[in-house]
């Protein structure tokens, strides 16, 4: 809107109060610059209350000593709208009741000095008169009112200074910045504004406008993000939808797959074992038939001895013959059995599809209702600033621009956030289908290391996490030799790609978990939570007890996961405490661990059920179910025996199908893999790792040749891999 712009092409919803839907009455401005009708705003706010939220852009403000009445009066704004009600009572009726002469007749003029009409003669000597020279530039030929050139720098021109408040019958000659700006006259310079930082109008407006216009191009660069973000909200949902469509659609066709499969081996069991049958029924015949023969002789001499004989065959080749149908039917059972408990896993798969997407529609929406109202703050504060810079009434950009200024930072700000990445609204974190149900043997850990890579990292470096993506990037947390905690990120083949060290870190590692594809959550120093972007190493932090209350000041943090699902961060501490953030590094809520746990020195997350390593001196395991408030025991994981020795637990995670892995240690040297099942902690199989590579992390990762199992030595810079057979 620039300053040429005429009066009619203001937009009418500008001048519009959201409220009553009527042209805007007394206008009290927000902060986030919505303007709404004072009255209006008196009858949506409860009587003593201390906030408002805005109607258009639902963000909260607090409310000044005078309530409503002491909410600021968008002046800009009410000169407008008092401008346009000029012109439109003069439409309805022209006689007035001129100001000079006393007589009512048609208006020529208004004076904005004298604040009324003024008849043709008397305008006439108004304006030539030499008594009522400083009135001249505020005198408006009401013939001018329809000319479609009228912009609204002139009729900026046409208001008069403010009014002092202290001293009504003066008006403002100077500005008092200390005051936030406020009009005053001079008496007031001797008086309760002696001392203050004074500035005359109109140099200060000069330097506020400019300061406006350069927050206004400031703001214009953020422009293309959030209208860009509008539209990636929108592809996101789509590719919800698809991505919803697409898994479901998968699932049935491994469903399809697996049941053709298995109905094939139904089909060949039965037929491998009719051809048993049919060929120890020949054996039988031809058996039969030759001790028959050898037997002719004999028969006249003991008939009876043949047919025992025969009985003896009979009854041998008909317990073969149950023995076959029921490994027979044995198998068919196991395969239908697994058929039914795959329609089952793949049902509930299916129902945690449809949660999801509730889930993530909902959290689009709020993240598109959220980009909405900063649209519309945008669209508002570039209006309004148009607006403000179009006037070139210094009186009012003194008032106004301070207020725009504070509004164009905050949603700066607000668009330079972050906000939950639309790849994990949309993607769908879905488990792979377990192995089918087969008369061929399970899967578990490779025997032995499949490989040994070299990690170009700092020399000295103390390794105490990792974590890993679906894109194979992994980062590893530890300690500098010079006893920092630093973040590394490294590709599978240990190839480092940067490597950041935390500032104010001496004596304390870092543990990582990630919970998008590029943001990485991260635990540090005594009690700090933050999150890392492995593309820029940017990242941000907060200390538990500067968001927590209540938090104890001694609490320091020992373990992190992540729930990408849900957008959460889960911490544990060297208490039972848990804490749960958002992605926005908000505290959602606490929890307790049940009193078996004392320390949660590491954990991991699936599916509901939180994974805990308690490094106190208990040195157990469990599985917890995480409730709305409240956390219970599932089971405890079943502690390992090898080799006789006290084994404690380091690490655990899971892989994409649910199954759980422990690193045990013992002693500092020895290190044991334990995998265990999926439903109640009893382990499946173990591995030790060769004494010469001590590893206290471990990690599930996707690669090109399946998922693979990736230990980080502690000292030694090297990373294994073991293979997911």
Not at 33 to 44: F, G, P, T
Not at 232 to 244: Q, R, T
Not at 383 to 399: E, F, G, K, P, R
Request: charged share 30%; aromatic share 6%.
């Amino acid at each position: 809107m620039a300053s040429a712009s005429p009066l009619k092409d203001i937009d009418e919803q500008y001048l519009q109060c959201c409220i009553c839907m009527e042209q805007l009455k007394e206008p009290k401005i927000l902060t986030c610059l919505h303007r709404y009708c004072q009255e209006c705003l008196k009858k949506i706010v409860k009587k003593g209350a201390k906030k408002i939220e805005c109607v258009t852009c639902r963000e909260v403000h607090t409310l000044p000593k005078g309530g409503i009445n002491g909410l600021k009066t968008d002046f800009n704004t009410k000169n407008i709208i008092e401008f346009i009600q000029l012109q439109d009572s003069v439409k309805v009726d022209p006689l007035r009741t001129c100001i000079h002469c006393n007589k009512k007749q048609e208006a020529s003029a208004f004076c904005f000095r004298c604040n009324d009409f003024l008849c043709k003669t008397c305008h006439a000597f108004h304006a030539s008169s030499p008594m009522f020279q400083d009135h001249h530039p505020h005198i408006f030929s009401l013939s001018e009112a329809e000319a479609a050139n009228l912009t609204i720098q002139k009729l900026s021109s046409l208001k008069v200074a403010p009014r002092c408040q202290t001293h009504p019958e003066k008006l403002s000659e100077l500005c008092c910045t200390t005051c936030g700006n406020l009009p005053i006259c001079i008496p007031c310079t001797f008086g309760e504004h002696r001392g203050h930082n004074l500035e005359e109008v109109k140099s200060l407006a000069k330097i506020q406008r400019e300061m406006l216009k350069g927050k206004i191009a400031d703001l214009l660069q953020d422009k293309e993000k959030a209208y860009s973000m509008r539209e990636g909200i929108k592809k996101a949902k789509d590719k919800l939808e698809l991505n919803v469509d697409q898994e479901s659609r998968k699932l049935q066709e491994q469903l399809d797959r697996e049941g053709e499969r298995i109905k094939k081996e139904i089909h060949d069991a039965e037929k491998e074992s009719n051809t048993k049958q049919a060929d120890l029924e020949e054996r039988m015949k031809e058996e039969t038939s030759a001790r028959k023969k050898e037997l002719e002789k004999e028969m006249r001499e003991s008939r009876e001895r043949y047919e025992q004989a025969c009985r003896e065959e009979r009854q041998e080749a008909d317990s073969n013959l149950r023995e076959l149908k029921k490994e027979n039917t044995k198998v068919r059972e196991k395969l239908e059995g697994g058929l039914r408990v795959m329609n089952n896993e793949i049902q509930e798969m299916l129902a945690s599809i449809r949660t999801q997407k509730d889930e993530n529609a909902k959290k689009i929406k709020e993240l598109s209702d959220h980009f909405d109202g900063i649209v519309k703050r945008f669209e508002n504060v570039t209006a309004t600033a148009d607006c403000i810079l179009a006037s070139q009434n210094d009186w009012t950009d003194v008032q106004c621009i301070p207020d725009v200024c504070r509004a164009v930072d905050i949603l700066r700000e607000e668009v330079k956030r972050d906000s939950p990445g639309l790849d994990n609204l949309s993607g769908m974190k879905i488990r792979e289908l377990s192995a089918g149900v087969s008369v061929r043997g399970k899967v578990g850990i490779s025997e032995d290391v499949e490989s040994i890579a070299d990690l170009h990292i700092e020399e000295g470096m103390y390794i105490d996490d990792i974590t890993g993506n679906e894109d194979g990037t992994m980062v590893i947390t530890g300690l500098t030799s010079a006893l920092q905690a630093s973040i590394a990120v490294i590709t599978k083949a240990g190839v480092l790609q940067q490597q950041d060290i935390f500032p104010d870190t001496r004596g304390y590692s870092a543990r990582c978990s990630f919970l998008s594809q590029y943001l990485v959550a991260v635990i540090y120093s005594f009690n700090q939570v933050g999150i890392h972007d492995i593309r820029d190493q940017s990242r941000r932090f907060i200390r538990l007890s500067d968001v927590i209350m209540n938090c104890p000041t001694n609490q320091q943090v020992y373990s992190v996961t992540t729930d990408p699902v849900n957008d959460h961060i889960i911490v544990g501490c060297d208490s039972r405490d848990v804490y749960v953030f958002n992605s926005k590094l908000e505290h959602v809520k606490t929890m307790k661990l049940p009193d078996v746990i004392k320390r949660a020195g590491d954990i991991a997350m699936y599916e509901g059920k939180l994974f805990v390593c308690d490094s106190s001196g208990t040195r157990r395991a469990f599985a917890v179910a995480l409730k709305q408030t409240a956390i219970e025991v599932k089971y405890e994981f079943t502690k390992p025996t090898a080799g006789g020795h006290y084994w404690y637990p380091l690490c655990v995670c899971t892989d994409q199908n649910g199954y759980i892995f422990m690193l045990w240690g013992e002693g500092g040297v020895r290190s044991l893999i334990v995998q265990y099942t999926k439903d109640g902690g009893q382990i499946e199989l173990e591995r030790e790792v060769d004494r010469t590579h001590y590893v206290t992390a471990i990690t599930a990762v996707q690669t090109k040749q399946g998922e693979k199992l990736l230990l980080p030595t502690l000292t030694t810079k090297k990373l294994l891999s073991y293979g997911l057979t």
